[in-house]
């Protein structure tokens, strides 16, 4: 009884501990969520719009972009996890209805998709990690030139020196 507890928690702690590691690119079948659920919170918190390019995925963490692309058609769209699902054996991911329309797969209800990252695609002209050389830049400030300050500023400056010159002269013959 002893050799059997001790397998058991070994084998729950090793499965307990092991990454869950999605593959790059993960190719299966498809659903969408049905209208009906248009307003009912996600898993992630999020409210499920029907119009939004999102999904539910068991394994990808919330947020992560996805490219989901129709081979059928040659079709993508990226969208954006933020349920947990499909909880149907064979599927690998359930879109929002808006990306199902996007793909084309509103009249067959389940197809066959390719699902990859967004940080695994490579986009064009992105300019490579290097570091940019940027020219310095002299800063002035608009305080010490008089072309420069607004007409309400030089009014009010002229406003001040008078009331200076005012009041000294009015010290002046106390």
Same mark, same amino acid.
């Given at each position: 009884?002893l050799k059997i507890k001790i397998a058991l928690v070994a084998t729950l702690l090793t499965i307990g501990f092991t990454p869950l590691h999605t593959q790059d690119v993960q190719q299966g079948k498809a659903s969408y969520y049905a209208q009906k659920f248009h307003g009912r919170l996600t #898993?992630?918190?999020?409210?499920?719009?029907? &119009?939004? $390019?999102?999904?539910?995925? %068991?394994?990808?963490?919330?947020?992560?972009?996805?490219?989901?692309?129709?081979? /059928?058609?040659?079709?993508?769209?990226?969208? %954006?996890?933020? &349920?947990?699902? +499909?909880?149907?054996?064979?599927?690998?991911?359930?879109?929002? !209805? %808006?990306?199902?329309?996007?793909? &084309?797969?509103?009249?067959?209800?389940?197809?066959?998709?390719?699902?990859?990252?967004?940080?695994?695609?490579?986009?064009?002209?992105? +300019?490579?990690? =290097?570091?940019?050389? $940027? @020219?310095?830049? =002299?800063? =002035?400030?608009? =305080?010490?030139?008089?072309?420069?300050? @607004?007409? !309400?500023?030089?009014? /009010?400056?002229?406003?001040?020196?008078? %009331?200076? #010159?005012?009041?000294?002269?009015?010290?002046?013959?106390?």
């Amino acid at each position: 009884m002893l050799k059997i507890k001790i397998a058991l928690v070994a084998t729950l702690l090793t499965i307990g501990f092991t990454p869950l590691h999605t593959q790059d690119v993960q190719q299966g079948k498809a659903s969408y969520y049905a209208q009906k659920f248009h307003g009912r919170l996600t #898993a992630s918190g999020e409210r499920l719009h029907k &119009d939004s $390019l999102t999904c539910a995925h %068991r394994s990808y963490p919330f947020g992560t972009l996805l490219r989901v692309y129709n081979p /059928a058609n040659g079709k993508s769209v990226m969208v %954006r996890v933020t &349920d947990r699902g +499909p909880f149907v054996r064979g599927r690998i991911i359930d879109l929002s !209805w %808006r990306a199902a329309k996007e793909l &084309d797969i509103l009249s067959k209800g389940v197809a066959v998709v390719t699902v990859q990252k967004a940080s695994n695609i490579v986009i064009p002209f992105l +300019p490579p990690d =290097e570091e940019i050389d $940027l @020219p310095e830049l =002299e800063m =002035e400030t608009n =305080e010490g030139s008089t072309e420069m300050k @607004p007409l !309400w500023q030089l009014m /009010a400056e002229e406003a001040e020196a008078k %009331r200076k #010159a005012s009041a000294a002269q009015y010290s002046a013959k106390k």
